[in-house]
């Protein structure tokens, strides 16, 4: 038997209170908690000796309980002539001074001032329905009148944000405001508990403001205050722990396992997010261990980008490899700090327990697991604004190589690698570095940022791998052509990481990137070892309307126009490049600007399959040869694109590719001293046409 409100509207009129009650009739109906679940927080704010005025107080047994355990002096109001009366019979033999009359709690006609303290059991959720907050309003103005100075408004709700943005802007200036998040509590018409938790208000008024608002929050009935700086401070904070219950809720009844729910844990005391927690289950399975109920996997620091952690496609595989039922992978934030493993976990234990999936026995052993058994390692180097993207991060993070890599993070996406580059200290500048996805290398000694240096000879990404092995495709007697140098076009520049490779290692290549954001070159020249000079130009614009230019003037041609540009609208499905860069009407215009050797490269990074057909089907319209490298363990695409059909058919992959691709090898190693760490064969071997 449902005896909820249908609409929120009903939640706060009299007549719907005096159908309830009549259809509750005499078992007493706890909204949000009863004594027992509310006690601990009542008795630190409201005294026995106070003169206690309880609004809305229905058929509650809350004032009985606490006239019982000693609260002499309480008032209780409501609406409903039903309740009033009901409760005045109950209590008139074993409780003669506790008085229940029906009164509006907009105008009691009180004495100012007569009160030390207000307790409200969601009656300020129910009135704040109506007449868009104006009757809760009236309703606050009236306990403030009549609370004395230092007197005390506890408000029991679930704090929706409409009802508690009123009451927090209502007493923001001139009382001191703390929130009390309670854990969900249960609900005696329901099997589950509610989804959202109970909240408890304490307003305490002051004889005189403050200069500034006092804001705080605690999580249970004990624990220590949070100071908030703002109104919208506090109501975001309160909306991160109903969000967490809601997480809660939902994961009692089990994921499916394509959904990743996640949620951050914050430093208690400064706010600030601590850990970011996602739980991934894994479809059952009859090979899995009957014990393999749950686990907590750490991610090392400086690693949360990496594919297996940051993607969900990674989440999953994670999970999968490690056979349990549910995994709660988590992930460290930056500028926190963390002890060491043992530390980490006993910090975790008390809360990651709470997401234990359902049918979990109890006493449960839960494992921590974690690679290598440390916690990483990240040092911030640089920090910064940029006014199209927004705060960013420059970090060195060790590897899973053992080597130390320098990454870009925007924090408006701070599970994406912007750029990456891998360091080499000082001292080992002059030896040749070793080879990607080898043995794991020993772990170089810790030097300061100022003595690490990039290696300009490694590629961190591997289509940047893929695009630089793409130049065989122009053929080795167009590399070489010293009298007529590769003219490359990169849109998009990052850490520099590809353009400064290309204009080292290939032989006379000039080459011109495009990029959006100053920021972003600045970023590159002081971290990631980029340079400018005669055969490597930037120019800061926008790449669409760079290339538009350059067609409608018209007379300069290139052999090679690369695409390596992010989109910024996460919504899409393709992170990489924004829709603008793959219309029909663009890729013309890029047709048009190559030479008649020419290549388009394109890194593509699309979810969505309808739309990858899509943007296929549009790089087909123009370019008559069209192959296709995939990234593994990625979501990445290279396209490459040929301007001609030269000597090969349009739907077969040159025979003499092979060859070309050791040729370029060999050349690229003869401009370096220690040779580029990139093999040009093994990125081509899987080239498809499209």
């Given at each position: 038997?449902?005896?909820?409100?249908?609409?929120?509207?009903?939640?706060?009129?009299?007549?719907?209170?005096?159908?309830?009650?009549?259809?509750?009739?005499?078992?007493?109906?706890?909204?949000?908690?009863?004594?027992?679940?509310?006690?601990?927080?009542?008795?630190?704010?409201?005294?026995?000796?106070?003169?206690?005025?309880?609004?809305?107080c229905g058929n509650s047994e809350l004032s009985e309980q606490l006239y019982d355990v000693g609260y002499r002096q309480l008032t209780n109001i409501d609406i409903s002539e039903t309740v009033v009366s009901h409760m005045n019979q109950r209590?008139?033999?074993?409780?003669?001074?506790?008085?229940?009359?029906?009164?509006?709690?907009?105008?009691?006609?009180?004495?100012?001032?007569?009160?030390?303290?207000?307790?409200?059991?969601?009656?300020?959720?129910?009135?704040a329905s109506e007449e868009d907050g104006a009757l809760a309003g009236r309703m606050l103005a009236e306990v403030g009148r009549v609370l004395a100075v230092g007197g005390r408004y506890?408000?029991?709700?679930?704090?929706?944000?409409?009802?508690?943005?009123?009451?927090?802007?209502?007493?923001?200036?001139?009382?001191?405001?703390?929130?009390?998040?309670?854990?969900g509590q249960q609900n005696e018409e329901s099997d589950s508990s509610f989804a959202l938790p109970v909240f408890v208000l304490v307003c305490t008024?002051?004889?005189?403001?403050?200069?500034?608002?006092?804001?705080?929050?605690?999580?249970?009935?004990?624990?220590?205050?949070?100071?908030?700086?703002?109104?919208?401070?506090?109501?975001?904070?309160?909306?991160?722990?109903?969000?967490?219950?809601?997480?809660?809720?939902?994961?009692?009844?089990?994921?499916?396992?394509?959904?990743?729910?996640?949620?951050?844990?914050?430093?208690?005391?400064?706010?600030?997010?601590?850990?970011?927690?996602?739980?991934?289950?894994?479809?059952?399975?009859?090979?899995?261990?009957?014990s393999n109920h749950f686990a907590i996997f750490i991610v090392p620091q400086g690693r949360e980008s990496d594919w297996l952690y940051g993607s969900a496609e990674g989440r999953a595989q994670l999970a999968s490899s490690a056979k349990f039922r549910r995994l709660v992978i988590v992930a460290m934030h930056r500028d926190q700090e963390y002890e060491d493993m043992q530390a980490v976990q006993s910090e975790l234990s008390p809360v990651v327990m709470e997401l234990a999936p359902p049918g979990m026995p109890a006493n449960q052993q839960v494992p921590f697991l974690s690679v290598g058994g440390d916690l990483g390692w990240r040092e911030v180097i640089g920090r910064g604004l940029s006014a199209l993207t927004g705060e960013?991060?420059?970090?060195?993070?060790?590897?899973?190589?053992?080597?130390?890599?320098?990454?870009?993070?925007?924090?408006?996406?701070?599970?994406?690698?912007?750029?990456?580059?891998?360091?080499?200290?000082?001292?080992?500048?002059?030896?040749?570095?070793?080879?990607?996805?080898?043995?794991?290398?020993?772990?170089?000694?810790?030097?300061?940022?100022?003595?690490?240096?990039?290696?300009?000879?490694?590629?961190?990404?591997?289509?940047?791998e893929v695009m630089v092995a793409g130049l065989a495709m122009l053929g080795m007697d167009a590399i070489n052509n010293k009298d007529q140098p590769v003219s490359v076009l990169l849109v998009g520049l990052g850490g520099g990481?590809?353009?400064?490779?290309?204009?080292?290692?290939?032989?006379?290549?000039?080459?011109?990137?495009?990029?959006?954001?100053?920021?972003?070159?600045?970023?590159?020249?002081?971290?990631?070892?980029?340079?400018?000079?005669?055969?490597?130009?930037?120019?800061?614009?926008?790449?669409?309307?760079?290339?538009k230019t350059l067609e409608s003037e018209g007379g300069r041609y290139f052999d090679v126009i690369m695409f390596d540009v992010d989109s910024k609208d996460t919504t899409l499905g393709m992170s990489c490049p924004p829709p603008a860069f793959v219309e029909t009407s663009l890729l013309k215009k890029v047709y048009s600007l190559l030479s008649p050797r020419g290549l388009f490269m394109l890194n593509l990074v699309c979810r969505d399959s309808a739309l990858r057909k899509s943007v296929l089907d549009h790089v087909h319209s123009v370019f008559p040869c069209v192959f296709s490298r995939g990234i593994e363990g990625e979501v990445n695409e290279v396209l490459l694109c040929c301007r001609s059909t030269g000597e090969h058919k349009p739907h077969t992959i040159p025979q003499t590719l092979q060859q070309t691709a050791k040729d370029?090898?060999?050349?690229?190693?003869?401009?370096?001293?220690?040779?580029?760490?990139?093999?040009?064969?093994?990125?081509?071997?899987?080239?498809?046409?499209?």
């Open positions: 038997m449902s005896l909820l409100p249908r609409t929120a509207e009903e939640f706060s009129s009299a007549d719907y209170w005096e159908r309830f009650f009549r259809k509750r009739g005499e078992k007493a109906f706890e909204w949000y908690g009863d004594y027992n679940s509310l006690c601990g927080v009542l008795h630190k704010y409201i005294k026995p000796r106070d003169k206690v005025l309880v609004v809305g209590n008139a033999e074993r409780r003669p001074d506790l008085s229940f009359l029906q009164l509006d709690a907009t105008q009691t006609g009180f004495e100012s001032g007569s009160f030390q303290a207000t307790l409200d059991k969601g009656t300020l959720d129910a009135m506890v408000c029991i709700t679930l704090a929706q944000e409409h009802v508690i943005k009123l009451a927090v802007e209502h007493f923001a200036m001139g009382w001191a405001v703390r929130i009390h998040c309670l854990s008024k002051f004889r005189q403001a403050p200069p500034f608002a006092v804001l705080e929050l605690c999580q249970g009935e004990d624990g220590a205050p949070s100071r908030l700086a703002s109104v919208e401070e506090l109501l975001s904070a309160v909306k991160e722990r109903q969000a967490y219950n809601l997480m809660l809720h939902k994961l009692r009844g089990g994921t499916d396992s394509s959904s990743t729910p996640s949620l951050t844990l914050c430093n208690a005391v400064s706010g600030h997010p601590r850990y970011t927690l996602a739980v991934q289950d894994s479809p059952s399975s009859a090979k899995t261990p009957r960013y991060s420059v970090e060195d993070v060790r590897g899973e190589d053992g080597h130390l890599y320098r990454r870009l993070i925007f924090m408006n996406n701070s599970q994406l690698v912007q750029s990456e580059s891998r360091l080499q200290s000082a001292s080992a500048a002059s030896s040749a570095p070793k080879k990607k996805n080898k043995k794991k290398a020993k772990q170089p000694a810790l030097t300061g940022a100022k003595d690490r240096s990039v290696d300009r000879g490694f590629l961190c990404c591997t289509h940047h990481g590809l353009p400064q490779f290309v204009r080292d290692f290939v032989p006379c290549a000039r080459v011109e990137v495009v990029e959006l954001d100053p920021t972003v070159l600045e970023v590159a020249q002081t971290w990631f070892g980029f340079q400018i000079d005669d055969r490597l130009k930037v120019t800061l614009g926008d790449g669409l309307e760079h290339i370029l090898q060999k050349t690229l190693r003869a401009n370096s001293q220690t040779g580029p760490q990139i093999d040009i064969t093994a990125m081509l071997n899987d080239l498809k046409v499209v």
